[in-house]
Structures are given as structure tokens and as C-alpha cells.
């Protein structure tokens, strides 16, 4: 099992930036698939985005060319860079682990197996 901590959440402006974190402990971190969701308020969750173990990335198109997703495999972190951001994009923010095994692979789509207790991203107009 993984246990995963989100941190870097706040308050800010539109057209700002953040920075979350999430980082991994419990099992050998390079051998999962890791994601970034949201949730806003009276909404369902969606996928923001994917990082395989090799560190490719997928995006929802609603991010691609703000948001960046990577991870250091030796810190057993992921990260999202968030730029320009709007207030849309204002929403619980967690991250989530799927385990794939060693081979590098695409990321992953699918259901995730283990999930961060969340992180509030708000961003004002």
C-alpha cells in the first residue's frame, strides 16, 4: 500500500500560479502511475492529469499548456505547476497512484487505486 500527501494549495489571484506537491510513501514509488484530479464544489471529479513512471505525461485539454505535471522518483514526489490559472480552476486538487511495475508504460487513464486526502486550490478574480 501508498500512502500519499498533497501539499501547495492555496489562495490566489487569477492569472497566478502554483505549485502542488504529493508525495509517496510505503512502496517503491518509480513503480507507479500517478495522477492529478480535481473536484469543485457540486461537481464530479475529474482528470486533470497522468505521468507515467517514465515521466510521460497526458493532460485534460481544459489544462494542456498551463499545467505541468512531473515527479523525482528519488524524493517519491509528484508535482503540478500550475500557470494561468482561472477561476475555474478552483477545486480540491488530489493526487492519486496507480501500481504498474517497473516497465515504463504510458500513463494511465484508468482507475486509480490509491488517493491523497486532497489539497483546496481557490483561485479569485
Known amino acids: 500500500q501508498v500512502q500519499l500527501v498533497e501539499s501547495g494549495g492555496g489562495l490566489v489571484q487569477a492569472g497566478g500560479s502554483l505549485r502542488l506537491s504529493c508525495t509517496a510513501s510505503g512502496r517503491t514509488f518509480s513503480n507507479y502511475a500517478m495522477g492529478w484530479f480535481r473536484q469543485a464544489p457540486g461537481k464530479e471529479r475529474e482528470f486533470v492529469a497522468a505521468i507515467s513512471q517514465c515521466s510521460s505525461t497526458y493532460y485534460a485539454d481544459s489544462v494542456k499548456g498551463r499545467f505541468t505535471i512531473s515527479r523525482d522518483n528519488a524524493k517519491n514526489t509528484m508535482y503540478l505547476q500550475m500557470n494561468s490559472l482561472k477561476p475555474e480552476d478552483t477545486a480540491v486538487y488530489y493526487c492519486?497512484?496507480?501500481?504498474?511495475?517497473?516497465?515504463?508504460?504510458?500513463?494511465?487513464?484508468?482507475?486509480?487505486?490509491?488517493w491523497g486526502q486532497g489539497t483546496q486550490v481557490t483561485v479569485s478574480t
Open positions: 492519486a497512484a496507480r501500481y504498474i511495475g517497473s516497465l515504463c508504460n504510458t500513463p494511465f487513464t484508468g482507475e486509480y487505486d490509491y
